[in-house]
């Protein structure tokens, strides 16, 4: 672990210099002065624009006095960031984008009027720093450099946001936090519900009577990533001793975080989330070990009502196919029809992925480049390109090369092995930090593993990601300190 502090000339801390309205009369009248001013140039705008700002401003100025509020903000706002998304040439801007900004420049301004400012980093963040730096390198081969420079700031700002958590949260804050990332899921979840009950989207998101849930997500698999990320975090609050109506509450949100990833027919975050589940389980304790029976159990009915065709056809199909995904085949000599398109599509873009690092195999064809050189790779009857090799391990070798591809598996495994490092030093089976490590551990699973299938840094997920680890780096930091705490003791 990484430490540094920066202190004033004359040491100590000074108080932040925050601007202040004298009393009296004077106050009064500057006040009102401004209030005019304030809403006659919001009288100026168009309706739109005007409670945009009327709304915006307020926001604004809260998040920079409250960090906590900005950091709030920055959860709310990555299942709703497509609400928000505004386009400047070639990029797309979302509040997700201001707000981290908001939230790092904040806290060092903030850090720099007190003539302080701590940054604490540790192995995970180190990883994502060499990371960024692999990223940096194959930029050199980009066809685009705009589409690098989305993927370059991208890692940046997960950098930037597992750092601020590190740096400035307590480990007991994280309860809160996590309540937050579930509410902000369960808001998210229901609206999935409302397409999938209601069939409220495009219709090539239908199977038979019901629609795939998308969300604000665009996407099924992107709903259904970011839900199976919130998931195990929902099952280890309710596992956590709390008074009745939290628990009641934590349990509420988890179950429809649950049903919304089962209403995105998402595969692949069904398999990831599910790995995840079981690895929680068995790492955890009796009690978790006995609550995987139940859930092994359920599954277990799923599976038997398709088998006996009790569920739609439809459904059925979808989720009799579910291992077809680990199939390697040669699209070419495979007939496509309704029910293997998804499958033979992925696979055309593992091909194309494949070509591509086998033509720049040390450093790749640029971050985020996938796009743009895909017309060259293409297999026939595949020309439309979905913006990523439907792999992530592949998007990356191709994208990066294996320069890349050994910075992006080591980062992963500084992450496991934090993460079983932690949970080897957390002897409390329901303590904050082991169940923090244990529900980590389930999402960073979920995560991989749907990213085995699909392109899971997309939609402020990876910020998400970023927030996670942040966490459990935070929670690392706390049990190396009680040991070290306790082996002075003895």
């Known amino acids: 672990m990484v430490s540094r502090a920066l202190a004033g000339p004359f040491g100590g801390h000074r108080p932040s210099p925050l601007a202040s309205v004298s009393g009296g009369a004077a106050g009064l009248i500057g006040l009102t002065v401004a209030a005019l001013i304030f809403a006659a140039l919001i009288g100026m705008l168009p309706l739109a624009a005007a409670a945009a700002v009327a709304i915006g401003i307020p926001i604004v100025v809260l998040a920079a006095a409250v960090p906590r509020v900005c950091l709030v903000l ?18 797309d801007v979302t509040a997700t984008d201001p707000l981290v900004a908001l939230l790092i420049g904040g806290w060092l301004v903030r850090g720099a009027l007190r003539d302080q400012i701590v940054v604490r980093i540790g192995p995970i963040i180190v990883a994502m720093i060499v990371l960024f730096c692999s990223q940096l390198l194959s930029t050199l081969t980009a066809t685009s450099f705009s589409s690098s420079l989305k993927e370059l700031i991208k890692t940046a700002e997960m950098i930037a946001v597992a750092t601020y958590v590190l740096s400035n949260l307590d480990v007991r804050e994280a309860p809160f936090m996590l309540l937050t990332l579930l509410a902000a899921g369960t808001v998210e979840s229901l609206n999935g519900l409302r397409q999938f009950v209601t069939r409220s989207g495009p219709e090539f998101f239908a199977i038979g009577p019901f629609l795939r849930a998308y969300g604000d997500f665009g996407q099924p698999n992107a709903l259904a990533g970011y839900l199976g990320m919130l998931l195990p975090f929902g099952i280890a609050l309710a596992l956590r001793p709390t008074g009745i109506w939290q628990r009641i509450a934590v349990v509420a949100m988890t179950g429809v975080i649950g049903a919304g ?18 690895v929680m389980a068995i790492v955890g304790s009796p009690r978790t070990r006995r609550a995987l029976i139940g859930a092994l159990g359920a599954v277990a009915g799923i599976v038997s009502l398709a088998a006996v065709g009790a569920l739609p056809k439809d459904i059925t199909d979808h989720i009799t196919v579910l291992f077809d995904n680990f199939g390697v085949f040669d699209v070419r000599t495979v007939a496509v029809n309704p029910a293997n398109f998804s499958v033979v599509e992925r696979m055309a ?39 990523h090799a439907h792999n992530y391990f592949i998007n990356t070798f191709a994208e990066m090369g294996i320069i890349g591809l050994f910075a992006f598996v080591g980062f992963l495994s500084i992450v496991f092995a934090r993460l079983v490092h932690g949970l080897r030093l957390a002897t409390e089976p329901l303590g904050t930090e082991r169940l923090l490590l244990l529900a980590a551990l389930g999402a960073s699973i979920a995560f991989c593993v749907h990213n085995t299938f699909d392109n899971m840094f997309v939609h402020g997920i990876g910020l998400l990601f970023a927030l996670i680890l942040g966490l459990v780096e935070l929670a690392v930091r706390e049990l190396e300190s009680d040991q070290v705490v306790h082996a002075h003791r003895n």
């Open 74 to 91: 920055v959860i709310f706002s990555i299942p709703f960031s497509s609400l928000t998304k505004v386009t400047f040439g070639t990029f």
């Open 349 to 387: 873009h593992w091909q194309a992925g494949w070509a591509m690092a086998m033509d720049h195999p040390l450093v790749g064809i640029g971050p985020g480049n996938f796009d743009d050189v895909y017309d060259r790779y293409s297999l026939p009857g595949w020309s439309e390109s979905l913006g």
């Open 261 to 278: 990833i089962l209403a995105s027919l998402s595969r692949g975050a069904w398999l990831g989330t599910g790995i995840g589940l079981v």
